[in-house]
């Protein structure tokens, strides 16, 4: 009864969330050309491609800092098994770009079908997996508990839940205790997050903690920062990474407090969604700066990267890192990148999706937090101005990732044993 109340809630409520889909469809591109794989309808040298090989291993990442964690588990796995096929699934257009750049001639890429039980049937039968793999927090029911209709082992990696999800999923046990009790194993980030699952529903003895494999995730590029050095000119760098509207603004003002200290510094906004550049443009462009836009090639005072897939090399080459969807709106994007590459890191309070990683980074003094913008002044501040300071900051930052690391093949060795 459960299933048949979820299908007929989830029937009605689409409708009303489609027109807010479709807009994002228009404003990022790239879904037209395969709409049909929200349905199970895939293009026929697809289909050809799953029926001439079997043992697909399904790997489905919902957009960019996912796809990260999913390319490094599919790279540590070919490692270790070089015949590996992945068909990789993500949800949007910008996680499909970053997925292009982790799948072989070998691999199939699609769009994640909707989950309805017709669609996710259909897509099962076409690419019959042996394992599927889901990354954080996709759960999706009805692609799940088909899943294990037919059998196939299934695994969530990296597996988070969040403060405002935690609630809802241990009000909801009745319901959602029966899609984590599907799972063969869940390798959860924290014992926090396991007793969360725990308390939702999942059986204590099928959740492993295993830590972040985020901390594993990230590589540097040194061609790439090279050609981004050139780009912004050189010299000393204050990069906001993955900015959420509001904090471009306050990174403006802190950028004309340095100007007008003297600093010789240069600010690159990179913000999280690219559709918002050209309010970030505007912004700056409000702020008395022009604008140097990396997709359009412009130049100007203040830099822009809007382009996807460089957010790692600018990490490189900054001199402070403050990162964004932590100041100005919960939830913090991913600031182990900037700690990787020994960079002065600087974040707001929100940062409630990277708990277990805040823990270990503020256990080695890796991190700098802010309360309030004027905070965050200061602090960009004080860091410009003693360098040594910053050096600091930056080497223990470096050294609490790389303590860390060592997850994904832990995880890939322990999953690869089971499907063999």
Known sequence: MKWIIYNALFGVVYPFLLPGFLLRMARRGGYKARMGDRFALYPQE??????????WIWIHAVSVGEVQIAGQLMREWRAQDPDVRF???????????????EVTDRDALIYNPLDFPSWVKSALKT????????????????????????????YLVNARVSDRSAPRYKKARWFFGDVLSAFTRIFAQSEMDKARLVDAGAPSDQV?????????????????ERELADWCGGG??????STWPGEDEVLLRIYRQLKQRGDAVTLVIAPRHFEKADQVEANIVKAGFTCAR????TQGEVYLADTTGE??????IASVVFVGKSLCAHGSQNMIEPCLCGKPTLVGLYTENFRPVMSDLKEGEGIWEVSNAEELARAVLELFADEAKAARLGDRARAAVERRKGVVPRVVKSIMEAVK
């Open 46 to 55: 697809l289909i050809r491609q799953f029926r001439s090989a079997p043992d």
């Open 294 to 297: 990396r997709s359009k090639g």
């Open 208 to 224: 492993e903690v295993t830590g972040s494999f985020k901390f594993d995730v990230a590589r540097r590029n040194p061609a790439k």
């Open 236 to 241: 000393r760098i204050l990069l906001g990474g």
């Open 87 to 101: 068909c990789f699934s993500t949800t949007s257009s910008t996680g499909w770009k970053m997925a292009e750049r």
């Open 311 to 316: 957010l790692m090399g600018l990490y490189g």
């Open 127 to 154: 690419v019959r997996p042996r394992a599927i793999i889901l990354t954080e927090s996709e759960l999706w029911p009805n692609f799940i508990m088909q899943a294990k209709k037919y059998r196939i082992p299934l």
